[in-house]
């Protein structure tokens, strides 16, 4: 039901991401980022989910965090 980017790995999440659910049921995100600077960045990525898929309700919401390193040269 959402998904938030950290795409400087503050903890901040502060780039909603638009989820798009698919005919087949498979929900996908896509983004585009340009770095400032070459580094090593850890971009996080934290998607919710409800059971009953209900966007405006705070109740059964359930987070999960992914990682990736980035290297930018």
Known sequence: VGAEWDFEG???F???ATVQL????VASIKADHAFA?????FVG????AQREGE???PYARIMNL????VVVK
């Open 22 to 25: 698919g005919k087949d049921g």
């Open 10 to 12: 503050a903890g901040t």
């Open 45 to 48: 990525l934290r998607v919710t």
């Open 37 to 41: 600077r070459p580094g090593t960045y």
């Open 66 to 69: 992914g990682r990736v390193r």
């Open 14 to 16: 502060a780039d909603p």
């Open 55 to 57: 966007v405006g309700t």
